[in-house]
C-alpha cells in the first residue's frame, strides 16, 4: 500500500524557515516526479514546486520562486521508495496553508499524503 508521509510543518514567523520532509514508500510502480502542494483556507490546491526523479529537473511557482527549494535523497532511497524534501525560507503570513506531497507516474499526480500544515505569523 502506498504511503506519502509528510512532516516538518509547524508555526513560525514572518521570515523563518523550516524543511518538510516526505517519505515516500510501497509504491506499485516506479514514479518520474514527486510534487509539493499547498492549500490555504478557502482556497484552490496549487502547486509550489516538483522534481523529476530521474534528472533532477525542478518546478517553481512564480509565488515560491527564490524562496523554496525542492530535493531528492537518492542516498537514502531504495527501489520504489522516495524521500524528498521542501525547504522554505523567508516565509511570509500567505504561505500558511496545509503542506501536501503527491506522486506522479504520467500527467497526474496519483498518490497523496495527508498533509503538514505550515503557519506564519507576522
Known amino acids: 500500500q502506498a504511503q506519502l508521509v509528510e512532516s516538518g510543518g509547524g508555526s513560525v514567523q514572518a521570515g523563518g524557515s523550516l524543511r518538510l520532509s516526505c517519505a515516500v514508500s510501497g509504491l506499485p510502480y516506479s514514479i518520474n516526479a514527486l510534487g509539493w502542494f499547498r492549500q490555504a483556507p478557502g482556497k484552490e490546491r496549487e502547486v509550489v514546486a516538483a522534481?523529476?526523479?530521474?534528472?533532477?529537473?525542478?518546478?517553481?511557482?512564480?509565488?515560491v520562486q527564490g524562496r523554496f527549494t525542492i530535493s531528492q535523497d537518492n542516498a537514502k532511497s531504495r527501489p520504489l521508495e522516495y524521500l524528498v524534501y521542501l525547504q522554505i525560507a523567508s516565509l511570509k503570513p500567505e504561505d500558511t496553508a496545509m503542506y501536501y506531497c503527491a506522486a506522479s507516474r504520467g500527467d497526474e499526480y496519483n498518490y497523496w499524503g495527508q498533509g503538514t500544515q505550515v503557519t506564519v505569523s507576522s
Open positions: 522534481i523529476t526523479t530521474a534528472g533532477g529537473s525542478t518546478y517553481y511557482s512564480e509565488a
